[in-house]
C-alpha cells in the first residue's frame, strides 16, 4: 500500500467526545479503545474530529464497529463526513453498528472523492444503546479490506499508522500487574522496603473496584466481627480516604502512592503477555496502552499477579482455576456434583451506583422497553428487596457467562438486565405505583466483576479452612466475610435472596502458601486470583482482606531479595522472620504478638502520668450502623446494670422520623415474665424532619443483673443499630445517664503486648484518664543508657469500627493522637526527638539522629475528639 493514501483514525484521538464515553476495557479484544454512546436509551451529543488530507483522489471509508446484539442492532450510528470551510456534507447516509457478525469487525462506508484540504468527522448516535466504534479508516485503495481480529488491527494499526518505540522501563525489584487494594498495598509494602517497584495498571485510575469509576464498599472482617477492621496499610488508606473525605478509594491510593520514590505507576497499560526466563521464570511483562495500543515491555526479579483476572499468571503457565470444584475434592457444603464453569457475576457500577440511577421528573414518566431487554418475572419466593432508585448488588448475569474472554458480552449482558429490570419496575411491579414520576438518568458501564481464574499455589484454601476458623502456622493474614455465594441464575433466579449459599465462618487465618505459584517460581499471587476454592474465595474476595494479602506480598517479595531466595524458599525457611515483619508493619495475625528481639522497647519498664480503669460507650463512642429498622418497628435489648452502676435515670435514643411521632421505652429489672410489670416507663415526642438523639426519663434503680429494655415507636419513627467498644452491649444506638462503661486493665504496661488492638478481654492498650485534662504521657525507662534512633508509635484508630460512623470530628478518628512529641531528658528540661500536629494514622516511624538516653517519653497534647490519650504500641531501635 506505498502508493497509495491512507488515513487511519482511532477515535480516542477525537477532540470533542460529545456524549460518546471513551471505553478502555476490552482493548485486548477490539485492537483498541473505543467511542460509546451511553445514552441509556436517548442519543448523545455528537462525538467530533478534524484531520487533513493531502491528496485528492477517491477514498473508501471503513469503519471498525460492533453490533453487540446481532438479532437487534440496538447500538447504530452514522458517521458525517465534510469539509472545515464549508458545510456541505459527502453524503454519507450508511448506517453502522448493524453488521451481522456481532464481533468486531470494518463494515464498508462507501467511497468519496476528496479534495486536498482540513475534514470534519462526526459520530451520530441514532439510538442512544451503546453504539461503540473503534476507528475509522480512508484509503484510496479502493479494493483494500482491513483485517478484523484484535491481535491483527493492532498489527495493522503499527504498520500503517507507527507509534513511538515500545515503553520500557526498569529493570525492577518487583512488577505488580493490577492497582486495586490488593495491588496498591504490595506496591506500597515493596517500596517501602527498598524495592525498585512497579506498579502496572490497565484503568486509567487506582483502586481497582474500590476507584472513583466503580465505587465497591472496603469490606472485609469488621462488617462481622468485633475489633476486626484490618490495619497496615490497608488501614492506612482507609484513615486517608476518611481524611479526604471522599466514598470512593482512588484519592487515597494516588496520595500514599505518589509519596515513594522508588514506585513508579503506569496506567492505562494492561499486560498480554510475558517473556519467560526458562520454564518456570518469568523475566518481563509485555503490555499495551490500554487506550492507544502503544506496546511496552518491564522487566523484574519478581512479578506479582494482583490483575483479578490472573493474567500474568496465565501467560506465563501457571496451574489455574475456574469455576466450582466438584464436592468430592474438598467436601465442601453447597458445591455441586460435578465441576463446572460457572463464576459469579459482577454487576455494573460507577461512583458507588450499582445497576442504574433514577431520579423523578416532573409528570408521569411511562416506559417502553427495549425490545432486547429480557422480560423478568420474580416468584412467590422472592426475597429480594427492591429499589426503583438504585439498582442492586443482584443485577447479575447468569454464572455461565464467560467474564474473561467474553468480558465485552458479559458487560452488554448486565446492560440488558438493568433495562429489563427498569421495565418490571415500572410496569409489573406491585409498587410501581411509587415510581410513576421517575426516570433512568445514569446506567453505569464499567463491570465491576467479582470472580474469574483463581491460581493455584502450594495450597488451596478451601470452605472448611475457612469454617473450621483454622489457625494455619504460616498464617499472615485474616478474614470473616461471610461465605457469600451469589445465585448462579444472577437476577433470572425467581426465588430466594440472590445468594446461593452464605455460610457464616470465624476470624479464619490465611497461609502464605496461598500467595506464590505452585509452578511458576518468582510469581506471587494477589486479589481475587489468589489460591483458593470456588466456595473460599466467597469470604476472601473482600477489598479489605486483599488488601491485607498485598501487604503480604509486597512484603513477601522484598524478603526474598534481601535473603537470595524464592517465595517458597521464604515459607520453608523464614516464614517466622515474615511474620515478624508483618506485625512490625502493623498487619495483625490472630494469636501471633510482636517478639523482635532488636526491640529495645521489650526491655524497658513502663509508667504513664495517669490511668483509665474503665472503658466508656456514651454517644461520643458509639459507632452508629446507619442501619435503620423498619418504620415503626421494635426493638428489644439488655444492659448489664453493673455497668450502669445500678442506675438508668435517662435513656437516650438514636432516632429518626419523616413527620411529628413519639417512642416509648419500657425498662425491666431482671428478664421480664409475660405478665410483669416495667420498672419504669417513659414516653417523648420525635419532632418532624429529625434525625438525632432524643431523651427519655426514667430515673430508675436497678436491682437485678440485667435491665431489659423494650423501645416501641410511634407510627413512622425508625431506630437504627450502633457498634459499640466492648461485647455484651445493647445493640441498638442508645446512650444512658449514667454513662455506660465497662472495667478495663488498660495499664501502661500493654503497649509492649506485641499486640495492637483489643482481644477478648484483653485490650492491650495504654489509656490515660480522661476525667485529667491533656497533655498526658507515656514512659519508658531503662536500667542503663541505651542508643535510640527509630521509635514506632501504635496509636487507636478504632479497630471495632470499618466505616467510622459517628466517632470522627471532620472525618478524622475520634480515639486517634493527633498531636505529640517524642522526648528524652535534658538537663532539667525535655528535648524533643520528633513532633507531630494534625495526626489521624495508627502507625506512625520517627527517625532522628541516634541518642543516648536511659528514658523515653511520649507526650499526648492532643486527640481527634477523645479525653483520652490511647496507645497500643511503642517500639523502639538503635
Given amino acids: 500500500m506505498n502508493s497509495t493514501e491512507t488515513l487511519w483514525i482511532d ?48 477514498y473508501r471509508l471503513w469503519v471498525l464497529d460492533r453490533n453487540w446484539l446481532p438479532e437487534h442492532s440496538p447500538g447504530r450510528f452514522r458517521v458525517s463526513l465534510g469539509y472545515w470551510q464549508s458545510p456541505v456534507e459527502l453524503g454519507c447516509e450508511r448506517v453502522f453498528g448493524a453488521s451481522e457478525s456481532g464481533e468486531w469487525t470494518w463494515e464498508d462506508g462507501g467511497v468519496y472523492h476528496l479534495a486536498p484540504g482540513k475534514l470534519c468527522l462526526a459520530l451520530h448516535d441514532v439510538t442512544g444503546y451503546y453504539g461503540r466504534c473503534a476507528a475509522l479508516l480512508l484509503t484510496t485503495d479502493i479494493d483494500y479490506r482491513p483485517p478484523s481480529g484484535a491481535a491483527e488491527v493492532l498489527a495493522e494499526r503499527l504498520g500503517l499508522k507507527p507509534l513511538p518505540p515500545a515503553a520500557q522501563a526498569g529493570p525492577f525489584d518487583l512488577v505488580v500487574a493490577g492497582a486495586g487494594i490488593a495491588g496498591v498495598c504490595a506496591a506500597l509494602a515493596a517500596a517501602r522496603m527498598g524495592l525498585s517497584t512497579a506498579l502496572i495498571q490497565d484503568r486509567p485510575v487506582t483502586g481497582g473496584n474500590a476507584s472513583e469509576e466503580t465505587g465497591v464498599t472496603v469490606n472485609g472482617a469488621a462488617s462481622r466481627f468485633r475489633h476486626a477492621r484490618e490495619s497496615g496499610i490497608l488501614g492506612e488508606l482507609q484513615d486517608e480516604k476518611n481524611a479526604i473525605g471522599h466514598p470512593c478509594w482512588t484519592r487515597a491510593c494516588d496520595r500514599l502512592l505518589g509519596r515513594e520514590e522508588r514506585l513508579t505507576v503506569l496506567r492505562n497499560t ?240 490465611i497461609p502464605f502458601r496461598c500467595l506464590y505459584s505452585r509452578n511458576v517460581d518468582n510469581l506471587f499471587l494477589g486479589g481475587r486470583a489468589v489460591s483458593v476454592t470456588h466456595s473460599a474465595l466467597g469470604t476472601v474476595r473482600i477489598q479489605a482482606t486483599l488488601g491485607t494479602l498485598g501487604q503480604v506480598v509486597g512484603t513477601a517479595a522484598a524478603l526474598c531479595r534481601r535473603r537470595a531466595t524464592d517465595p517458597r524458599g521464604l515459607y520453608r525457611e523464614h516464614i517466622d522472620e515474615l511474620q515478624q515483619t508483618l506485625l512490625e508493619q502493623d498487619q495483625y495475625i490472630p494469636d501471633l504478638a510482636g517478639a523482635d528481639p532488636e526491640d529495645l522497647a521489650r526491655r524497658a519498664a513502663v509508667s504513664a502520668s495517669s490511668t483509665q480503669t474503665w472503658i466508656p460507650a456514651g454517644k461520643g463512642h458509639l459507632d452508629l450502623r446507619r442501619a435503620r429498622g423498619a418504620p415503626g418497628q421494635e426493638w428489644e435489648d439488655r444492659l448489664r446494670t453493673e455497668d450502669l452502676g445500678g442506675r438508668l435515670d435517662v435513656l437516650h435514643l438514636y432516632c429518626a422520623a419523616d413527620d411529628r411521632s413519639e417512642v416509648t421505652v419500657e425498662v425491666f429489672d431482671g428478664e421480664p415474665d409475660e405478665d410483669d410489670s416495667p420498672a419504669a416507663t417513659a414516653t417523648t415526642e420525635v419532632p418532624a424532619h429529625h434525625e438525632g438523639w432524643v431523651d427519655l426519663r426514667l430515673e430508675s434503680r436497678l436491682r437485678s443483673p440485667t435491665a431489659v429494655l423494650k423501645v416501641r415507636p410511634g407510627r413512622g419513627v425508625q431506630l437504627f443499630g450502633a457498634d459499640r467498644p466492648f461485647d455484651d452491649c445493647p445493640s441498638l444506638a442508645c446512650a444512658t445517664t449514667p454513662e455506660l462503661r465497662r472495667a478495663a486493665d488498660l495499664k501502661p504496661r500493654n503497649v509492649l503486648s506485641g499486640i495492637t488492638r483489643p482481644v477478648g478481654e484483653n485490650w492491650n492498650m495504654w489509656v490515660s484518664d480522661g476525667r485529667q485534662p491533656l497533655p498526658q504521657h507515656l514512659d519508658l525507662e531503662w536500667d542503663g543508657p541505651v542508643e535510640i534512633s527509630r521509635v514506632q508509635l501504635i496509636f487507636d484508630t478504632d479497630t471495632n469500627s470499618y466505616r467510622m460512623g459517628t466517632k470522627s470530628v471532620g472525618r478524622r478518628p475520634f480515639y486517634c493522637v493527633r498531636d505529640y512529641r517524642l522526648e528524652v531528658p535534658d538537663g532539667d528540661g525535655w528535648r524533643v526527638l520528633a513532633s507531630e500536629t494534625g495526626n489521624y494514622h495508627r502507625r506512625r516511624v520517627h527517625r532522628f539522629e541516634t541518642v543516648t538516653t536511659r528514658k523515653l517519653r511520649l507526650r499526648v497534647l492532643a486527640t481527634n475528639g477523645d479525653p483520652s490519650a490511647r496507645v497500643f504500641e511503642v517500639r523502639a531501635w538503635s
Fill in 11 to 58: 477515535t480516542h484521538e477525537f477532540y470533542e467526545h460529545g456524549g460518546w464515553k471513551l471505553d478502555t476495557q476490552f482493548t485486548h479484544l477490539a485492537g483498541g479503545s473505543c467511542l460509546l454512546a451511553a445514552g441509556a436509551g436517548r442519543p448523545v451529543a455528537d462525538a467530533r474530529h478534524q484531520f487533513s488530507v493531502h491528496r485528492e483522489g477517491r
Fill in 270 to 509: 494492561r499486560v498480554t503477555g510475558v517473556r519467560m526466563d526458562g520454564d518456570s521464570r518469568i523475566a518481563a511483562v509485555r503490555t499495551i496502552d490500554a487506550v492507544t495500543g502503544a506496546p511496552g515491555e518491564y522487566e523484574s526479579e519478581f512479578f506479582a499477579d494482583t490483575t483479578g483476572d490472573g493474567w500474568v499468571g496465565f501467560h506465563a503457565g501457571a496451574e489455574y482455576r475456574m469455576g466450582r470444584e466438584a464436592r468430592s475434592e474438598f467436601d465442601e457444603k453447597g458445591a455441586p456434583e460435578s465441576a463446572d464453569g460457572i463464576t459469579m457475576s459482577g454487576c455494573i457500577m460507577d461512583l458507588g451506583d450499582c445497576g442504574f440511577v433514577a431520579e423523578p421528573l416532573e409528570g408521569p414518566q411511562p416506559y417502553e422497553p427495549p425490545p432486547w431487554a429480557p422480560r423478568l418475572e420474580f416468584g412467590p419466593g422472592d426475597r429480594r428487596a427492591h429499589d426503583f432508585r438504585r439498582g442492586m448488588w443482584w443485577m447479575e448475569h447468569r454464572g455461565e457467562v464467560d467474564d474473561l474472554e467474553g468480558a465485552e458480552r458479559a458487560r452488554d449482558e448486565l446492560l440488558r438486565i438493568t433495562f429489563g429490570y427498569w421495565d418490571w419496575i415500572k410496569n409489573r411491579w406491585a409498587g410501581r405505583r411509587q415510581a410513576g414520576n421517575f426516570r433512568l438518568v445514569k446506567v453505569p458501564l464499567v463491570n465491576a466483576r467479582r470472580e474469574s481464574r483463581r491460581l493455584v499455589g502450594d495450597y488451596v484454601l478451601n470452605q472448611n479452612d475457612v469454617m473450621a476458623d483454622t489457625r494455619f502456622p504460616d498464617r499472615v493474614s485474616y478474614g470473616g466475610w461471610g461465605v457469600d455465594i451469589h445465585h448462579p441464575e444472577g437476577i433470572y433466579g425467581r426465588e430466594g435472596n440472590g445468594f446461593d449459599y452464605n455460610l457464616h465462618p470465624g476470624n479464619y487465618t
